[in-house]
């Protein structure tokens, strides 16, 4: 049994008004983005340093108190919440730029920076990091979820880009992983274990970074489809061609609704794909003459691509707010989010199939997603007033899920599993789920670590 109050003294004892059990500062760290009621913690230790963690997780240990780590919240399946009360620590304040390795293209970060400062203060170097879930999420909590986003066509996720971490773990040891090496073949691959853990084997403090060099030419494009299997298709082929896409995101009919009223954008409301092109100023203009052909030949529309910094940040803003744009159409409606990720050849059928349910069904659902990897998004917006509506929605994204597994795909892309998806691992991993709970047990015996999420040991 944990000890909650025994915890929280001696935490207070160690870390003074840093240890805060305020109502507010609680709901706050219980709250999500999803449809998961208020989950509070008992306790947010905010720490300062790797040692402080390290000694927080001792406390916690000693006492068999869960513990949380916790970014900015942007998760959603629930991975932040205390579901088993206890402790969250919050990363925020740990949110330095370590030491930059200009030569090397690396960075080695604190987990509480988030994506957009790392690259505000990584534009003086000519260097920066690829990967853009869209929010502006911590580095750690992208790290812990495998995230991905718009660019991971070209660039890949988190998996790609962490090379070395440095981890507390359950016990409190403090242990570093990988190296600033581009590969290494020395023993077991820690790093990319603790890569998409989700919190539940140990508590992310450093980050090692793969960075890139800034493109010398960039180019956005926007074409519109009469429907999103010939827009999916056009993706297909130039996936299928090799054309190295930077962004290849795909926006359906409801969503480009929902972005020309809240960001003004003045498009054909039907489905679009919205793209970016990096190199040379010769290898854009080429990639973009032959996204325009291969549109084209799909029976695309107009063809617009510019050059222009404006013009671009107007365009991947209007993409990165579509979360908000989309609710703005349904005032009060709550938002249900979840994500597949298909093989390439599947995209076309599983996105038609899964427009099709919620239209059969009756759901108000944008589909949206960054196609050039076969992962994409549904938006179930429902009536809080109206919990049938909610049931629905879940009914019609647990058959999005098993679609995806049938295809040979996975429940998700880059949300991660968290709670929300606990449900599906042993349809997708089988035996290996079992697998997953022997090293969380190995790692964390009295599951402490951010207990109810990915597997389940009890």
């Known amino acids: 049994m944990s000890d909650i109050a025994a915890t929280i003294a001696d935490l207070k004892n160690l870390l003074g008004e840093r240890l805060n059990t305020s109502r507010a500062v609680l709901d706050l760290h219980g709250a999500n983005e999803a449809y998961f009621p208020l989950t509070p913690p008992d306790a947010v230790a905010f720490a300062k340093n790797t040692q402080e963690v390290s000694d927080i997780v001792k406390v916690c240990a000693k006492y068999n108190c869960p513990i949380v780590p916790w970014g900015v919240g942007t998760s959603l399946e629930g991975h932040a919440l205390a579901v088993k009360g206890g402790v969250t620590i919050n990363l925020s304040e740990m949110d330095k730029i370590v030491q930059i390795y200009q030569e090397d293209l690396l960075a080695v970060v604190q987990p509480g920076i ?12 000519g260097l920066f990091f690829p990967v853009d879930p869209g929010a502006n999420a911590t580095i750690g909590g992208m790290t812990a979820t495998r995230a991905s986003g718009t660019t991971a066509v070209r660039y890949g996720t988190m998996k790609e880009n962490v090379l070395a971490l440095e981890v507390v773990l359950a016990d409190g040891r403090i242990i570093h992983t990988g190296t600033r090496a581009k590969k290494s073949s020395a023993g077991y691959d820690l790093t990319h274990l603790m890569v998409g853990s ?48 930077a962004r290849m995101e795909l926006l359906d009919t409801l969503s480009m609704q929902a972005l020309n009223q809240y960001s003004h954008l003045g498009l054909p409301e039907k489905p679009h794909l919205f793209m970016e092109f990096h190199g040379s100023t010769a290898s854009v203009a080429e990639q973009s003459e032959i996204m325009k052909e291969l549109a084209a030949d799909m029976g695309g529309g107009d063809f617009q691509w ?5 013009d671009r940040n107007k365009l991947w803003h209007a993409r990165h707010t579509a979360f908000f744009a989309t609710k703005a159409l349904k005032p009060g409606f709550d938002g249900m989010s979840t994500d597949v990720c298909v ?16 239209a ?6 944008p589909i949206l997603g960054h196609v050039g990897d076969g992962n994409y998004h549904t938006l179930f917006l429902t009536d809080p007033n109206k919990p049938e509506e909610l049931a629905m929605a879940q009914k019609l994204a647990h058959r999005m899920n098993t679609r995806a597994i049938e295809m040979g795909g996975t429940v998700t892309g880059e949300h991660g599993i968290g709670m929300g998806k606990m449900k599906y691992m042993a349809e997708e991993h089988g035996a290996a789920w079992s697998v997953m709970a022997d090293i969380k047990r190995t790692l964390d015996p009295q599951n402490v670590m951010n207990p109810g999420k990915v597997v389940q040991i009890n």
């Open 114 to 125: 988030t994506r957009e400062v790392l690259n505000e203060e990584l534009r003086a170097t």
């Open 198 to 245: 989700e919190g539940t084997l140990g508590i992310i403090t450093e980050v090692t970074l793969r960075l890139q060099g800034q493109p010398e030419a960039i180019a956005a494009a926007v074409c519109d489809f009469e429907d999103i299997e010939s827009a999916v298709n056009t993706v297909i082929t130039a996936v299928q061609m090799g054309v190295p896409m």
């Open 343 to 358: 093989p390439i050849s599947k995209l076309a059928e599983a996105i038609t199939e899964t427009a099709k349910d919620a």
């Open 306 to 310: 510019s050059t222009k910094t404006e």
């Open 360 to 365: 059969d069904n009756g759901m108000f659902a």
